[in-house]
């Protein structure tokens, strides 16, 4: 005799292992991520090849009087360069103290500093509203026609980022930054110096995921800037960046790495006319840093090291 199977016993079709995997998620092109500023593309390659070299010798301490408000004192003595018609670099020895002082509130910032050469330096950063920020920036000197000011006003939408800046010598400028699809996002910029007659216009483009950030970016001032990081893990990147300006025909290649171990970080770069550098932040203790400089110029036979000290509450 024949045997039944139920029906709820029977073998059913075995449904995909991943339906996922072969279907590519769609993009919703009116939920895209908010871009970074226009001026801050380069951000991830200048960490790793402009690092804040310096010559000589550098002391920072800043002493905190309450949440908001904290004083700053820097010492810093060594050799400054002075022009010269000769290839060979002209260096006088100098010494200067500055004076600091910091508010930092969560919608208003502002810093101030004063250097015994008579040199003050302002800035302001001021949340006017949600996605509305003002920046602003000053430099006084004694020296005339070289103290300058400036104002930005930053707007951040839900997909695009707009900049507009004004200055001290009739100098306007606007900017302009749209995510066009998760990972790419661009840009474009004019500006406008009426003190010297000069206006401009340039464009960018930024591709960015979870291992890597390239950029490119062009302008009528004849500059050419390419860049790309690779992040190798969370604690080592690789730079390069390519500049190039077409008027003049310079040229110049850079490539760098940023390492990051749990007390120190060095970060460091050779570039396409012999110059190497590194630059050391060695965390001694909770608010005490140790720096080490270095910039050898083979051609040049231009060689700066320096060490300094940052003490912080």
Same mark, same amino acid.
């Given at each position: 005799?024949?045997?039944?199977?139920?029906?709820?016993?029977?073998?059913?079709?075995?449904?995909?292992?991943?339906?996922?995997?072969?279907?590519?998620?769609?993009?919703?092109?009116?939920?895209?991520?908010?871009?970074?500023?226009?001026?801050?593309?380069?951000?991830?390659?200048?960490?790793?090849?402009?690092?804040?070299?310096?010559?000589?010798? &550098?002391?920072? #301490?800043?002493? *905190?009087?309450?949440?908001? !408000?904290?004083? /700053?004192?820097?010492?810093?003595?060594? +050799?400054?360069?002075?022009?010269?018609?000769?290839?060979?670099?002209?260096?006088?020895?100098?010494?200067?103290?500055?004076?600091?002082?910091?508010?930092?509130?969560?919608?208003?910032?502002?810093?101030?500093?004063?250097m015994t050469d008579g040199r003050l330096n302002a800035r302001l950063k001021c949340d006017l509203s949600e996605n509305l920020t003002l920046k602003g920036n000053a430099q006084l000197t004694n020296e005339p026609h070289m103290s300058h000011g400036m104002f930005n006003f930053d707007y951040?939408?839900?997909?695009? &980022?707009?900049? #507009?800046?004004? *200055?001290?010598?009739?100098? !306007?400028?606007? /900017?302009?930054?749209?995510?066009?699809? +998760?990972?790419?996002?661009?840009?474009?910029?004019?500006?406008w110096a009426g003190q010297h007659r000069k206006s401009g216009i340039g464009y960018a483009a930024r591709y960015n995921t979870d291992k890597m950030v390239t950029t490119a970016q062009v302008a009528s001032t004849g500059m050419v800037a390419l860049g790309?990081?690779?992040?190798?893990?969370?604690?080592?990147?690789?730079?390069?960046?390519?500049?190039?300006?077409?008027?003049?025909?310079?040229?110049?290649?850079?490539?760098?790495?940023?390492?990051?171990l749990r007390q120190c970080r060095l970060r460091g770069k050779i570039d396409s006319n012999g110059v190497v550098a590194a630059f050391l932040e060695e965390r001694f203790n909770m608010g005490l840093n140790f720096l080490l400089s270095a910039e050898i110029d083979h051609r040049k036979k231009d060689y700066k090291f320096g060490f300094g000290l940052t003490v912080g509450e």
């Open positions: 005799m024949a045997t039944v199977i139920p029906p709820s016993t029977a073998a059913a079709p075995t449904p995909p292992s991943n339906p996922t995997s072969t279907e590519q998620k769609k993009v919703d092109y009116l939920d895209l991520p908010c871009p970074i500023p226009y001026e801050e593309i380069h951000r991830e390659a200048f960490m790793s090849l402009k690092p804040e070299l310096f010559e000589g010798m &550098r002391f920072d #301490f800043t002493k *905190g009087l309450n949440q908001n !408000f904290s004083l /700053s004192h820097s010492v810093m003595m060594g +050799p400054t360069e002075i022009p010269s018609q000769s290839s060979d670099t002209i260096k006088i020895p100098t010494a200067h103290y500055e004076f600091g002082a910091n508010f930092i509130d969560p919608k208003l910032m502002l810093f101030g500093r004063v951040k939408g839900s997909d695009y &980022r707009t900049q #507009f800046q004004v *200055g001290n010598g009739a100098l !306007f400028g606007a /900017s302009y930054i749209q995510s066009v699809t +998760p990972h790419l996002s661009l840009g474009g910029e004019v500006f790309y990081v690779q992040k190798v893990s969370e604690k080592v990147s690789l730079a390069s960046d390519f500049m190039y300006n077409y008027m003049s025909r310079d040229a110049t290649a850079s490539f760098g790495y940023d390492y990051i």
